[in-house]
């Protein structure tokens, strides 16, 4: 079993930034592949990218390029993911996942493990 435990959101203004960490505990074997997943009220959830074992990275969302970035935490057992957010704007008001699975993939039902989720509301 794996447990995710995402943290980080919160609110804040467009412009602003926030880091949301995903933290894996457990055994994963093979999955090592960390997507972040978003889903805002009466829409779907949406893939946002993916950091997978080898530490390639995959964007699917078009509007958060160059906006949000996914990274490993190298210094201790490389077991927390971070997602990077900056720029935030209100279209980025959502409730934020992370999910483990065997690749990266931006179709949900590829990952096995997911977190709780965190809050991200943007506001003016």
């Known amino acids: 079993q794996l447990q995710l435990v995402e943290s980080g959101g919160g609110s804040v203004k467009p412009g602003g930034f926030l880091r949301l960490s995903c933290a894996a505990s457990?055994?994963?074997?093979?999955?090592?592949?960390i997507g972040w997943f978003r889903q805002a009220p009466g829409k779907e959830r949406e893939g946002i990218s993916c950091?997978?074992?080898?530490?390639?990275?995959?964007?699917?969302e078009d509007s958060v390029k160059d906006r949000f970035f996914i990274s490993r935490d190298n210094a201790t057992a490389k077991n927390t993911v971070f997602l990077q957010m900056v720029s935030l704007k209100l279209e980025d008001t959502a409730i934020y996942y992370c999910?483990?699975?065997?690749?990266?993939?931006?179709?949900?039902?590829?990952?096995?493990?997911w977190g709780q989720g965190t809050q991200v509301t943007v506001s003016s």
């Open positions: 999910a483990a699975s065997k690749f990266c993939s931006s179709y949900s039902g590829f990952y096995t493990y």
């Open positions: 457990g055994v994963s074997l093979d999955y090592n592949a």
């Open positions: 950091l997978d074992s080898s530490g390639g990275v995959y964007v699917y």
